[in-house]
């Protein structure tokens, strides 16, 4: 199994900058894709950003240009630096994993999460 654990989530106002880490443990060979998804208060999750292991990327639409999602293979872990935040990325951050070679959006494709981080966005 992998266990994914988050840190980095906080209190920024708007205009700032976070940078969340996700480090895994265990079969970190069943990690080929790392992402990020994250669930607002009343909202589905939604996904966030994905990176390959052989770090092909994938962002949503809402963080395109502002969000930056890394990965260190030796390490085995995954980075989420995001600027320029706005109150509407207020969310529970989740680092995700998974086995298969494709990014997929859906939370429902991805086997391994995190506990999740709290990011909170002030006006």
């Known amino acids: 199994q992998v266990q994914l654990i988050e840190s980095g989530g906080g209190l920024v106002q708007a205009g700032g900058s976070l940078r969340l880490s996700c480090a895994a443990s265990?079969?970190?060979?069943?990690?080929?894709?790392m992402g990020w998804f994250r669930q607002a208060p009343r909202k589905e999750r939604e996904f966030v950003a994905a990176?390959?292991?052989?770090?092909?990327?994938q962002y949503a639409d809402s963080v395109k240009g502002r969000f930056a999602i890394s990965r260190d293979n030796a390490k085995s872990a995954v980075y989420l630096q995001m600027n320029s935040l706005k109150p509407e990325d207020t969310a529970v951050y989740y680092c995700?994993?998974?086995?298969?070679?494709?990014?997929?959006?859906?939370?429902?494709?991805?086997?391994?999460w995190g506990q999740g981080t709290q990011v909170t966005v002030s006006s």
């Open positions: 995700a994993a998974d086995s298969s070679r494709r990014i997929s959006i859906t939370d429902k494709d991805y086997d391994f």
């Open positions: 265990g079969r970190t060979e069943s990690m080929y894709i």
């Open positions: 990176i390959t292991w052989r770090s092909a990327i």
